[in-house]
């Protein structure tokens, strides 16, 4: 008899046990009463039994059943029970096999040799003499002469510093006629007229949004190397540099809007507020990332732009003038083309996806997630649809970078097979689970969005889970833990902004600090134009640095 039989057959003899101490103490109504309960998950096989017992009784004047009869029901119930969870349990553990790994006598593995020192690092000649003792010869006494010279590479880190850049400024006058004098460009700058360089600004928005360093910890690494910048002042060149990136935001949100995969989650964020009782409201951030497939050399990779927006409150609709909720960013969605979202199934988004117009996909990650959950409460049988879930995910594993035909028929001949027999799995045990259990909870929220789970089975485009953007909110999660709160609604705006670019070149595996001073400067020289845009995103920057 399998584990699951067994757990099945021992749940069956408490309930059967109950019944009995009820029926030696005469307490007839409150059996009827337990079968009552469970007339719900098995009303089908009680009906019959109980239409036989009413032949039997046929003629009899008293409504009353005996103890007997109530003992078969029980028993009854009780082996259909087990033999269901038990035949479901089979199925799923041979559509989803976890086969532990053999125990093989390896080879002794050979010493583990020194990762290679990057090409690309910076070589810095270090000379070292011998010492004046041993540089005469012990035979002759002469000088030795230099043959030559033994090279070690270490790799080491030079101290950062702070320098004061002295911006030469060439200036060129005609000697002949002695006309208009030229004079050279002013030197990169965030601020005209500031004293503070691009790369200074870089690293104070990155360290805030990226590192999650408050303002405080950056003025103390700062004085360490010999500079005391005020706080005010560092606050004032992160609002002045997320200012001049609103055109990359705005035009990374119209990219996320136009790509063929969209992917949406939203995270909190205080922000200081004094009309509220304790001096805080929770506003939201609002995570995007658009994916687009793109075929180079042959090969099929992935796109990513990542987009973030503030709302004062976490409704489905903005509150304030100009806010974006996820469900009139959806629609924006709606009127552009491709309609496919990858989201949880939180309400907030349920309007968006009753109008025609957007496909929703679901999160497999979050479905598992429940599991997980019911396994921590000490529900060991989890374990079988968790392990469904880890056979889904090797197959993604393996098919990662495909074409999406080689995904797909990946997914119909090896997925789709042990989905079926994971939601038939859950519709077995849903007739038993009560629903406040954390199993039961995991069973429900699988079966209640099937459809939109189990999408990606018939689209080798789409993704098994929404994952991009759930990792992207992790930078968020500890600017929250460590700087508490944005200070105002704009703020937190020009928080969205810097998560937008810097989330994107995360995606991209951009260095942001080379990006922003590169790119801050050419914005705060004036007026930038829609032609130019395509270079100032981090995605441009890329290819230009590249070629």
């Known amino acids: 008899m399998t584990t699951a039989a067994k757990r099945s057959k ?32 098995h009303a089908e096989q009680l009906r019959a039994l109980v239409h036989d ?37 089979d199925k799923l553990r041979g559509a989803a096999p976890v086969t532990p790994k053999e125990k093989t006598t390896k080879a002794k593995k050979p010493p583990p040799r020194r990762r290679p020192i990057p090409p690309d690092l910076p070589r810095v000649r270090n000379d070292i003499p011998v010492p004046p003792a041993e540089r005469a010869c012990p035979v002759c006494g002469e000088e030795r002469t230099c043959i030559g010279h033994e090279t070690t590479s270490i790799i ?4 950062a510093r702070v320098i004061v850049r002295e911006d030469r400024r060439e200036k060129l006058a005609c000697q002949r006629c002695e006309s208009q004098v030229v004079t050279a460009p002013l030197g990169d700058k965030v601020v005209e007229g500031g004293a503070y360089g691009s790369q200074l600004v870089a690293q104070l928005v990155v360290g805030k949004y990226a590192d999650g360093l408050p303002l405080y910890r950056q003025r103390e690494q700062l004085q360490r190397l010999g500079l005391d910048m005020p706080s005010s002042s560092m606050g004032d060149q992160i609002a002045w540099a997320t200012d001049l990136l609103q055109p990359v935001w705005r035009a990374l949100r119209d990219r996320v809007l136009d790509a063929r995969n969209l ?31 793109v075929v180079e050399d042959g090969a099929t990779r992935e796109e990513c732009s990542a987009f973030f927006n503030y709302t004062s409150t976490a409704r489905k609709g903005g509150q304030r003038e100009g806010e974006l909720g996820p469900e009139d960013f959806l629609n924006l969605r709606r009127a552009r083309g491709s309609p496919y979202v990858i989201v949880d199934a939180a309400g907030v988004f349920d309007a968006s996806f009753l109008r025609p117009g957007l496909i929703e996909v679901g999160c497999n990650m979050h479905a598992r997630r429940y599991f997980i959950k019911a396994l921590d409460a000490g529900d060991m049988r989890a374990a079988l649809p968790i392990a469904a879930f880890k056979n889904l995910y090797d197959v993604e594993e393996v098919v990662a970078g495909k074409p999406p035909a080689a995904k797909l028929r990946a ?39 099937q459809v939109a789970l189990t999408r990606y089975l018939d689209d080798g485009c789409l993704p098994i889970d929404n994952g991009v953007v759930e990792r ?63 270079a100032l995103m981090p995605s441009g920057w890329l290819a230009a640095k590249r070629s």
Not at 25 to 31: E, L, M, P, R, T
Request: hydrophobic share 40%; aromatic share 6%.
């Open 411 to 449: 997914r119909q001949r090896k997925s789709r097979p042990v989905y079926d027999e994971l939601i038939a799995w859950c519709q077995t045990y849903k007739r038993s689970e009560p629903p406040s259990s954390a199993l039961g909870k995991a069973v429900r929220y699988l079966l209640n969005h």
């Open 53 to 89: 017992a009413g032949r039997r009784r046929r003629g009899r004047k008293n409504e009353g059943v005996s103890s007997a009869q109530l003992t078969m029901f029980l028993e009854e119930l009780a082996k259909q029970e087990a033999e269901a969870t038990a035949e479901a349990d």
């Open 156 to 159: 080491d880190v030079e101290p």
């Open 10 to 41: 021992r749940k069956s003899r408490d309930v059967l046990d109950v019944a009995r101490e009820l029926l030696s103490s005469g307490d007839n109504d409150a059996v009827i009463e337990l079968i009552e309960k469970l007339l719900a998950s």
């Open 472 to 534: 992207l909110h992790r930078k968020p999660a500890v600017g929250r833990r460590n700087y508490l709160f944005a200070g105002s609604d704009a703020g937190a705006e020009r928080a969205a902004i810097a998560y937008s670019v810097l989330g994107t070149c995360k995606l991209l595996g951009v260095n942001p600090i080379e990006y922003l001073a590169d790119v801050l400067p050419v914005l705060a020289r004036g007026i930038c134009i829609a032609r130019d845009l395509p």
């Open 263 to 293: 992917h949406g989650d939203g995270t909190s964020l205080p922000v200081l507020d004094r009309d509220s009782p304790k001096g805080i409201k929770t506003g939201a951030l609002w995570g995007w990332v658009g994916v687009d497939l």
